[in-house]
């Protein structure tokens, strides 16, 4: 079912109308907005930022005790960080651990204009969507400079780029999970996570282990189409026949189900 809900999302982006026409960024260029795996690299520990109340701090202040979700992106975002925090929010809910108690979570923004009280407020939000398990201080809503931000983007290998016409940032959806060292250890794609498959990146990253490469879900803001022109048609059409027929089949699913429950009648 998380399946059929992420090809109709896809659908829908790639065939929003408001798609395309004006943004400045090249195809070859929305090409280049996607994860690199770069398993077993090492996230610099010297990057600083800031965090939700405006103190200074360095990321190796959130390493060494238990692993980290690590996730980018902006706070302004339309709509798919949003999602991507709901998935990965909605997937620790299903976990035995908790946030605080046996890992942490980074949210770091990419929008070097953004602001510690974005950040307070998303935190906020975010723990009261979580519920009361687990620390409020194993969260951590982070702005920096474009340096820090950028060099911890090459290090995860989170390729962005700014649209100066649309004011938005194109960037993939997803987040990583670093080792207590902040090594980087697994990759999940998309904005729904399974609960069991992140306990068992959790846990292997808990002593070390770092994960094989993953399959990509290319999935871009909704503001963004990957591809235009005569092959973006092509892959639209690919999409759009690939969702009508899940439709229909989950049609007929459903209406089998029904007709097996239905009570034969008395002869």
């Known amino acids: 079912m998380k399946t059929f809900f992420a090809v109709i ?13 004006n943004n400045s960024l090249s195809d070859e260029q929305l090409l280049q907005i996607k994860f690199d795996q770069k398993l077993d690299s090492q996230v610099s520990p010297d990057l600083c930022f800031r965090d939700e109340t405006g103190k200074q701090i360095r990321l190796g202040d959130y390493f060494g005790k238990r692993p980290v979700v690590l996730m980018l992106g902006y706070y302004g975002c339309p709509m798919l960080c949003t999602l991507v925090l709901n998935g990965a ?3 620790f809910r299903g976990l035995k651990w908790s946030v605080g108690d046996q890992f942490d979570v980074i949210f770091a ?16 939000n ?12 194993g969260w951590h809503f982070l702005t920096g400079g ?5 060099k911890l983007a090459n290090e995860i290998g989170f390729r962005f780029a700014y649209d100066p016409a649309l004011k938005q940032f194109a960037h993939p959806s997803g987040f990583v999970v670093l080792t207590p060292e902040g090594k980087v250890a697994h990759y999940f794609f998309g904005v729904t996570y399974s609960a069991a498959e992140l306990n068992s990146a959790l846990r292997n990253a808990s002593v070390k282990k770092i994960g094989s490469p993953v399959e990509q879900l290319i999935l871009l803001c909704c503001e963004y189409s990957p591809l235009r ?4 048609y092509v892959i639209m059409d690919a999409v759009r026949v690939g969702g009508i027929a899940m439709v229909l089949g989950l049609g007929v699913i459903i209406f089998r189900q029904q007709n097996r429950r239905k009570p034969e009648k008395p002869r």
């Open 9 to 21: 999302f896809l659908i829908v982006c790639v065939s929003s109308p408001s798609v395309a026409a």
């Open 89 to 91: 929010t909605e997937s």
């Open 126 to 137: 975010y723990l009261r969507r979580y519920g009361h398990r687990g620390k409020p201080n």
């Open 229 to 232: 022109g005569k092959y973006g």
């Open 146 to 150: 474009s340096n820090s931000i950028q």
């Open 109 to 124: 923004s990419i929008d070097p204009d953004e602001t510690p009280p974005l950040a307070a407020e998303k935190k906020k």
